[in-house]
């Protein structure tokens, strides 16, 4: 978890960026067309999606978008970040205010409603994150027991609990990283989401976090798009394909999730 110093540098450095940004959106936009490319990604969750102090991105769905991007035709230095909470996603697609979004973002039925989605690229689980002093959270059921829950608005997380362990007191945040500072604070008593996400937040705090259970889901991480874009679609799986054949796929996930302590998985089959 970032210290209060750098959560501040990095929001000076958003202030600072953001006019620039402005117009680097009036030159390309989320569909494209122009020079620059808009890609949605997250910018608080480290290992995977992290925008850091001094301004540039790092995680593992950032390679796996600046990989596609480049595959597109798009050099870095013309991507534009659109910071993606979990509950805007669909919406900031829908409006072509990305191009596509790589944001620890499952693939579901329900949200293929309003979206399509390239991959899977990596497949992952949710579980609970608590402080690492604590016995007696051991998994879901553990906390039907008057414990406090905090997920994020809009993820699937947050809905199975909502689902299947109705008895939880859910507090849903608009990002993970403001959870894990309740729980840090004391005024959560867990946090749930994708193991990797968890993975990321309790290798930043070296020793005041940890994972307990198994896995309770099955999550598919996929590159969201505008529904219909059956060429963009291609084109991503296509990219996807070739990231995870030819070792760049291993490298960064290695690379940024190998200090959370996680070994890279066999990458999945993207879905036809
Ligand atoms: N993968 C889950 C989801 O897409 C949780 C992670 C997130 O919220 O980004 O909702």
Excluded: H
């Amino acid at each position: 978890m970032p210290s209060i110093k750098v959560r501040v540098a990095a929001a000076v450095a958003l202030a600072i960026a953001l006019p620039f940004s402005a117009t680097a959106c009036g030159g390309g936009g989320g569909g494209g067309g122009g020079d620059t490319i808009v890609i949605g990604t997250k910018f608080d969750q480290p290992g995977l999606g992290l925008k850091n102090p001094d301004g540039t991105m790092s995680g593992f769905d950032v390679d796996v978008a600046k990989y596609i991007a480049k595959e597109l035709g798009y050099s870095e230095d013309k991507i534009e970040w659109k910071e993606s909470p979990s509950g805007q996603r669909e919406t900031l697609i829908q409006n072509d205010q990305v191009k596509y979004i790589v944001a620890t973002y499952s693939i579901t039925d329900a949200r293929k409603q309003k979206v399509d989605f390239a991959g899977p690229y990596l497949l992952t689980g949710q579980s609970l994150l608590v402080k690492a002093d604590n016995t007696d959270i051991t998994g879901p059921e553990s906390l039907q027991n008057n414990k406090k829950l905090c997920s994020v608005s809009g993820s699937t997380p947050a809905q199975r609990i909502k689902d299947k362990y109705p008895g939880v007191q859910l507090q849903q945040y608009d990002t993970y990283s403001a959870c894990v500072e309740a729980l840090k604070n004391g005024a959560i008593d867990a946090v749930t989401t994708d193991e990797v996400i968890l993975a990321g937040y309790a290798a930043q705090t070296s020793g005041a976090f940890k994972i307990v259970g198994k896995p309770f889901s099955e999550e598919r991480y996929g590159v969201g798009l505008k529904k219909g874009d059956t060429d963009l679609r291609t084109k991503i799986n296509n990219a996807i394909t070739k990231m995870e054949q030819d070792g760049t796929w291993k490298a960064a996930f290695d690379k940024n999730l190998g200090p959370a302590g996680i070994t890279a998985p066999a990458p999945p089959p993207v879905d036809k």
